[in-house]
């Protein structure tokens, strides 16, 4: 196998980020598909990116036996049945989160996948393809902090968006399920264990609107997992300074801090004190993430590895974002087994 | 009143970094009596220190009428009786934590406080007299994050002083007593609320010897406030690099880090990389603070103020690390009133 | 004018950088020819980045009507005649630093650039476009430090690269032109003033064999501005932890860090103390400045602006290098006008 | 010998300070006189620190065979016939900074010190007492960043002193002798070399009374050292955020920064930023280097070490500012053998 031809599957915001990550910026890939609902934008994307072939019917693209891969970036409720057309079509699969948006399409997709064997399916849980998170997970895996006691993943974003805020996230599930499931899945992730038990709190603390659509603006959800790792999960949509993701990894032989990073590298020292500016949004903190993981995606089709983020991380995050949202609602510590025993 | 004439009750380890503190770098106060149930000790500080009497019997300190106030730093078993005694005799109090060491104790002191109203009684809750905290606990009173959403607050013992916790440990009550108490004093304090709910976790990661005289070498405890407020108190006896002890203030409109510091303002860079020297232990860290509270003691004293840091306090405190620890034996989230209702 | 239709010549380790720029990352630009010495390059970069001409011969880049604008990124030897071409083919070009390697060089561009008035020449002092370097000199034009009292630029090498420098320094023309041109033209930049006094230091401290070919491994350049602006420029190639390159500018009201960065967001803590690991080299640091100042280059010829980097910067540049090179040699701060005077 | 017994010369703001670090911070020592031409302030600082002899005139405190060293704090003026004077009496002398106000006191004192072999004198250039440049200089000598190449010390007093420095430092002998000398002295300290050869740039850039008394607001001073060592000192009033006072070492395997600290522990994150408050001056920065010098003394007298910092290195560190002024007010870089050949 040459280069690993692949089709991308809807080229909206994120989608067509993925799009000029294979054709720019992943030697082993190539674009040679681009289908999205929008016509013209499929065809102008793909001779802006010089892929042979568009289309408004993401059939084609999984009938096409010249193509190795897919891309599934379109929009989230659609994932499911392009998930399951591509497996019957015995392709490679890179699918943004979420896979499934309820249990039933969960479920719908582990069978699927079950019929698509030697097939790498790799999901958007782009934390894990920063350089920073991987660094620090490379060190947990080498022993330097001794064994895991604790994984703190705290996701705070900008309140300055309060009115995008407003508008978003009304559809997106809640704070557990949209902005939560990356905290939970990095837990999982270093603590290489399945949660047993979950404690949630949280309320409104400002934006008061979010009452509005049965959200949250702030949470915080202890975790505990079956190998005796503690793990806390934060998020909030208030930060004032910016974009506030940062991770800390408590060892027994010492601890790892993920940082959160600044604008610039720029300090100011004046009669206000000693200052510097904020990460703005996910975009200036993960952007390089994007690309590391189409990068690792073909990686791992070209050079036969597994993946390194299936669809059964995307459904264990789902389900303690499940656990804690009802964790939260009754007001007490959630067992996994009660949920799926 | 001229100076705040004090009476110094133990001289031990802690008692005579107060007993200094008087004598020192407390320009309102002096020192004039000096009791210890080690005669040789009670002479030769008193002597030292500059004050004009010195006994083996503390109710000689209470009988005198010349002193104003006492300090009561001998062994935890002896604070309650002391407290009674030195209401009775109507003197200003500072205590060493903890005050009582059960419920009967607890509500004994209560008691006798009430008989002594008009007084100051402090109890050494140190980290609140810190420089950092203080201004934190400002910034947070003058409204620069908004309301607070969360407090997080961190104890990390080094873990390099495994055999004197060893030695040590067992008789303190564990690490919800002996350590979170701490860290759920500072969540109320800036919380400004009282606890609801409490859920724990936690275990014996490394030193196995703690399970031997049942204590935990690392735990997190969540907390849930009447207000609505979020804590999270976390303590271990692990850490790596030194003493790492901060906490985080979250806020509706930013965020405020009370971060640990080092032991020095030297970063060395080589081929190892960028390194600093973590901060050696409590002393390097709340040293000047044990000063700090005895001023505001005097302060407090000389110039009728209300205690920084009362009996109440302290019980609150003991009443979360007992909810707590009954939370982590049961595995589910304890509400206070099963407690106390 | 759609999009600035740009030629690339030479596309070696740097020039493929560019080309990739203009071809991927500046939706204002297209690239549309390649050349290069190397055939075989030429014609595979031109497919891979859809040009639609490639060539071995640069006269027939600037003979092509259809191309607006050339960036000349080929050996430093052929600089000052692919300038002098492109003037009078009257492109806008785009150029690597060094212009001209010597004054009747850089007298015969400065005479050359004068015959295409109207076009964009803009020279690869690619740390005026650094996303920190842009800041903080928005920062000092907008007074938020005052006046400049002092501007400080260090860059330093890692030492580990010591037999990369064997091979590759002989020939770069010592350490005062190759690398603190660089720090040179920031404190230009900042100061706003053009040089009237130099004092240099130096000398091998580690690096024996740098003596063998006329070079210093560290030195120190003090230099005078014209408006009374302090500058010092230090360069070495000795760092133990990485790449450690930082600029800092005092004010009369307060001053600016532009500081260097790590290799990751990662802190390590453990029994060796507080560690993070250090910019590994220059891509790391000034990586996006690359794409920056491409961005910046087809910004300028779009929309008429004036070069945010010229000819004039270029050699102002080299000849405090000059100076500060005789400084050293001599023992003495030397004049400007005794060199050009 | 027992404790030290010493004799406080002058208790003014820092004298005073110096007697209760002996009272009260240096077990080894006893403070048995105190001497100011303040009658009552003699005696008042007698009694409170628990000294037997108070005194208006020097002599007393000579003449006293029970009194082993002195503290010489009183008026730098004085502090030369104080030398003399203790010399002649065979004490062990601490003496503040400057030791002498011209190079005719200074060779006096050279030729008093030798008249006195075997007793302690010691400088009060208290930065080299300072927790941190003691691990650097320790670092340095353990080879930690192999030989040094450069030593940089920058000192910023806080701006918003202007109305004091406009009353104090007129009679203060300028920037180069009261406030660089601290820099040079670190300079020396870390080269272990001498000066021989230093360039000056400086002048007023915004307290334009600075020019009234002759005085400069900013400079910077090259050093080139004996041994090859690269040498920076700096120095101006103007600081924005604080007192800025920063060092660092270069070596040839590494370098170390002496960072200049902050004003707590905490960093404020809001709409403004990531905030933290700068070191309000020397007090915050240097407060316990003033008790460590002093233990320092007592330790060299009562254990026969030699003086961590002689009147050599006293004389020293006048003669670089000697030059350095002369280089500034010359233009030129000067050789020290032109003033002491």
């Given amino acids: 196998m040459e280069k690993i031809r692949i089709g991308s599957i809807g080229v909206g915001r994120m989608g067509i980020c993925h799009a000029e990550s294979v054709a720019y910026r992943t030697p082993d890939a190539e674009l040679v598909a681009v289908c999205d609902l929008n016509a013209e934008l499929a065809e102008s ?10 289309t408004t019917d993401y059939h084609e693209i999984m009938e096409d036996p010249d193509i190795d891969a897919v891309l599934i970036t379109n929009t989230s409720a659609a994932h499911c049945e392009c998930i399951k057309a591509a497996c019957a079509a015995k392709k490679h699969i890179f699918c943004e989160k979420p896979t499934g948006i309820n249990f039933e399409e969960l479920n719908a997709i582990d069978a699927a996948v079950a019929t698509n064997p030697g097939k790498v399916i790799q999901i958007g849980f782009l934390r894990r393809f920063d350089k920073s998170m991987l660094d620090a997970k490379n060190r947990v895996l080498r022993g330097e902090i001794g064994k895991v006691v604790k994984v703190k993943s705290v996701t705070r974003d900008p309140g300055k968006y309060r009115e995008y805020f407003d508008k978003f996230l009304p559809g997106s599930g809640g704070i557990f399920y949209d902005m939560n499931v990356h905290d939970f899945d990095l837990c999982r992730w270093f603590a290489e264990s399945e949660v047993k038990k979950v404690f949630s709190s949280g309320g409104v603390y400002a934006f008061d609107e979010f009452a509005d659509f049965g959200d949250l603006d702030a949470n915080s959800v202890t975790l505990q997992f079956e190998n005796g790792v503690m793990g806390e999960a934060e998020g909030n949509r208030l930060a004032g300074c910016g974009y506030d993701v940062w991770v800390e990894i408590v060892g027994t032989k010492g601890s790892i801090d993920v940082k959160c990073g600044r604008n610039t590298f720029v300090v100011v020292k004046d009669e206000n004190g000693i200052k510097e ?14 690309t590391a993981e189409i990068v690792a995606f073909v990686d791992a089709v070209k050079n036969g590895k597994p993946s390194p983020c299936n669809t059964t991380d995307a459904r264990r995050a789902v389900e303690i974002a499940d656990i804690a949202k009802k964790s939260y609602e009754q007001g007490v510590a959630v067992e996994n087994y009660h949920l799926f025993g």
């Fill in 45 to 54: 994307t793909a001779k802006r990116l010089g892929a042979r072939k568009f």
């Fill in 277 to 290: 500016e904020g990460c703005p949004w996910y975009w200036e903190r993960f952007g390089d993430a994007y």
